[in-house]
């Protein structure tokens, strides 16, 4: 059974940093991309970052690039998100998520929550 | 940059019903790119169709998935009580590598 458990959110200050972590386990873990998504209070799904299985291609929206940081450790089935210079509008539930051969996203984390407020 | 508009925002609709979830892509995109995604209230997206009309591992076959070019849609055939949810479609490309529509609400 394909499992993604998330880690690491909590509550920051404007400007502070924080460092997400995914579990998984159930599947050849470097065999596949993985990616982050986050959603807003209320609001609709953005997807933030992803990897390819090697970790050698990164990718990111243009909001985090140069703040956010993705990377994997295959040794231990772990993809981990960095995140520098935090706004307030990186407030959200952050999902991790493992893309599928057809490079949707078939299975998805429990999600963890990063509140950035003063 | 590609943008994803889903139509209506939000639908009301009872049990039994047939709907049509509409997603409009601002140019013209590989169906092997377009997926849909439920979210139920305090859940993770599920993944329901992926290359525009493949239906993932253990998705009821009362979910379908249809369109090419820039006009794709999500039909289901009768609505469940558990289909009241928000429905996301999504592409896959460049610049970002990954889009998503802004949904639709399936409401009872």
């Known amino acids: 059974e394909v499992q993604l458990l998330e880690s690491g959110g909590g509550l920051v200050q404007p400007g502070g940093s924080l460092r997400l972590s995914c579990a998984a386990s159930g599947f050849n873990f470097r065999a596949y991309g993985m990616s982050w998504v986050r959603q807003g209070p209320g609001k609709g799904l953005e997807w933030v970052s992803g990897?390819?299985?090697?970790?050698?291609?990164?990718y990111y929206v243009d909001s985090v690039k140069g703040r956010f940081t993705i990377s994997r450790d295959n040794s231990k089935n772990m993809v981990f998100l960095q995140m520098n210079s935090l706004r307030e509008e990186d407030t959200a539930v952050y999902y991790c998520?493992?893309?599928?051969?057809?490079?949707?996203?078939?299975?998805w984390g429990q999600g963890t929550l990063v509140t950035v407020s003063s | 940059e590609i943008v994803l508009t889903q139509s209506p925002g939000t639908l009301s609709l009872s049990p039994g019903e047939r709907v049509t979830l509409s997603c409009r892509a601002s140019q013209s995109i590989s169906s092997s790119n377009l997926a849909w995604y439920q979210q139920r209230p305090g859940q993770a997206p599920r993944l329901l169709i992926s290359?525009?009309?493949t239906r993932a591992t253990g998705v009821p076959d009362r979910f379908s998935g249809s369109g090419s070019g820039t006009d794709f849609a999500l039909t289901i055939s009768r609505l469940e009580p558990e289909d009241f949810a928000v429905y996301y479609c999504q592409r896959y490309g460049n610049s970002p590598l990954y889009t998503f529509g802004q949904g639709t609400k399936l409401e009872i």
């Open positions: 998520a493992k893309r599928a051969s057809t490079a949707a996203f078939d299975y």
């Open positions: 290359a525009a009309s």
């Open positions: 990897l390819d299985g090697s970790g050698s291609s990164t």
